[in-house]
């Protein structure tokens, strides 16, 4: 395989920057959490914490914020496997120019 270490670079960097927007954006995700349970918990008509709680862990806005979730958790993982790849491909090049500078040290 023949990168060119110039195009990874750039391609590591735009990867970076997706990753970072992907972390981003679980991160503000997983901070509603906790907002919507409380409110949901205020909706609640339950007389007791524990049954208010029950009921904002059954409500659709919880379960929709926990989906929001995992859709976001799985996109920055894809986002870093994309990175990690990115990060393959430089030391293959790299490992490849060190094979070649041995090959011709030995033919000289």
Known sequence: MNYDPYDLADEYETQYKKL?????????VEAFKPIIK???????QANSLGAKEMDALASD??????????????????????????????????TEQANNRNIERLTR
């Open 20 to 28: 970072a927007d992907a972390e981003a954006q679980l991160a503000e």
């Open 38 to 44: 409380a409110n949901e918990m205020l909706k609640s």
């Open 61 to 94: 806005a919880f379960g929709e914020i926990c989906k929001a979730i995992v859709l976001a958790t799985k996109n920055a993982k894809l986002e870093k496997g994309a990175l990690d790849l990115i990060k393959i491909k430089w030391e293959t090049w790299r």
